[in-house]
């Protein structure tokens, strides 16, 4: 009996080693290194904006406004963005839209029904369905939502 055990544990040992030289880091000599990123976010449409508070308006988005992102990546041709907002640590938005190479890019919204008004923080991930349809970020924005 264990002069049948010995080749197969022989035989195992030589598959785990090769499976461990070829994992690598998977990039290989003729694969180019991947990029992405994702820019602050791109203000669309601005949210009216009231006499009195015109002075303490700032170049970032706000509360309301329309938002998109430009984006960047050679990981996939299928990008999407994910983002959230919280306001004290609450999650108050979320939003997911494509950004195809063919396709218009997507756009958010900052507001919400549990967002009635007020500043958030928000961030914005770049990102993919990998083959085992799990989420993979491939890049990430974090930005402030003035009032």
């Given at each position: ?17 090769a499976g461990t030289a070829f994992a690598g ?25 009231s006499a009195t508070s015109a002075a303490s ?42 950004f195809f190479a063919a396709g218009t890019p ?42």
């Amino acid at each position: 009996m264990l002069k049948k055990i010995a080749p197969a544990v022989s035989l195992l040992g030589v598959l785990v080693l090769a499976g461990t030289a070829f994992a690598g880091n998977g990039a290989g000599p003729n694969k180019p290194a991947s990029s992405s990123s994702i820019s602050a976010p791109v203000v669309l449409s601005s949210a009216t904006v009231s006499a009195t508070s015109a002075a303490s308006v700032t170049s970032g988005p706000h509360y309301g406004d329309i938002i998109t992102f430009n984006v960047s990546t050679t990981e996939t041709a299928n990008p999407y963005v994910n983002l959230r907002c919280y306001q004290n640590g609450s999650l108050v938005a979320v939003g997911w839209t494509t950004f195809f190479a063919a396709g218009t890019p997507g756009s958010f919204g900052l507001y919400s029904n549990p967002w009635s008004a007020g500043a958030a923080d928000c961030t914005a991930d770049l990102g993919m369905f990998a083959s085992n349809g799990k989420w993979k970020v491939l890049a990430s924005s974090s930005f402030h939502v003035d009032a």
